[in-house]
Every structure is written in C-alpha cells, then in structure tokens.
C-alpha cells in the first residue's frame, strides 16, 4: 500500500508538436506624418486647468504682508511659465492679474548627525492682481 507508486507504469508523454516555421516578413517603414500645427503650452482661459500648474499657497510671514498690496504668493509646477501661471489665477479665482514674478528655489543640503540629504527645491510666483481686485481665499 505505502509503495504502490512504485508499481505503477510510467506513462509516456505525448511528443511536443514541432515548431512552426515563421516565414520571413518585410518589415514596411512607416512614415510619421507630421503635423504642420504647432500646438501651444498655453490654453484658452475658459478652458484652462488650473490644477497642474498652482500647486498650493506659500503662506510665509512675508507672503501674508505682500497681501496688503494685492500681490500673492502660490507654489507653482516647476516646468510652468508666467503666462500659464496668469491664466490658471484668472480662471481659478476669476480676477484680473497685472503681472507675474516667477522665482526659482533652489534645494539646499541639510544634514543630520553623519548622514547628509538634500531639501527639495520648488518654484513659486507672485502675482500682483488689479487694483481693487483680491482673492477671498486670502482674506487676513
């Protein structure tokens, strides 16, 4: 009983089916058409996103003073320009923007006992809105 796997007869396995010749193809060379408008980075303002580009408010000391003088400061995606960034304000909080700063931050080392990192740089812009014009979000 315990060795009755001894006793049975070995079946012998069906042969694998031989491999299929593949004929030999030419491959065609297939030529991008390419397209003779250039589409721009920036959108039309109705349907602009503003997400991508505004990453979040910089509220500093500094940033919250700025306020008083209808100029705001927002953290920016690191690849967008001053037009992008001016029509993602307009259509996010509907307000008219005078001009754009854009400042590049760069990342700084810190270090902490022996080990040594690094602080992730980012952007940021400030805006200057209009006279008499503000965003309520902001509101000190």
Do not use: C
Request: glycine share 4%; aromatic share 8%; hydrophobic share 40%.
């Amino acid at each position: 009983m315990v060795f009755d796997f001894l006793k049975r007869k070995k079946t012998k396995k069906a042969p694998l089916p031989k491999p299929l010749v593949k004929k030999e193809v030419k491959a065609e060379v297939v030529k991008k058409e390419k397209s003779k408008k250039k589409t721009s980075a920036v959108l039309s303002s109705k349907a602009f996103p503003a997400f991508p580009i505004l990453l979040s408010p910089h509220v500093t000391e500094k940033a919250t003073q700025l306020i008083a003088d209808s100029q705001y400061v927002f953290k920016v995606f690191p690849r967008a320009n001053k037009t992008e960034v001016k029509k993602a304000i307009e259509s996010l909080y509907k307000v008219k923007v005078m001009s754009v700063r854009i400042i590049n931050i760069s990342g700084k080392t810190k270090r902490s006992g022996k080990s040594q990192g690094w602080k992730k740089g980012y952007k940021k812009a400030i805006i200057k809105l209009a006279p008499g014009q503000r965003i309520e979000a902001f509101s000190v």
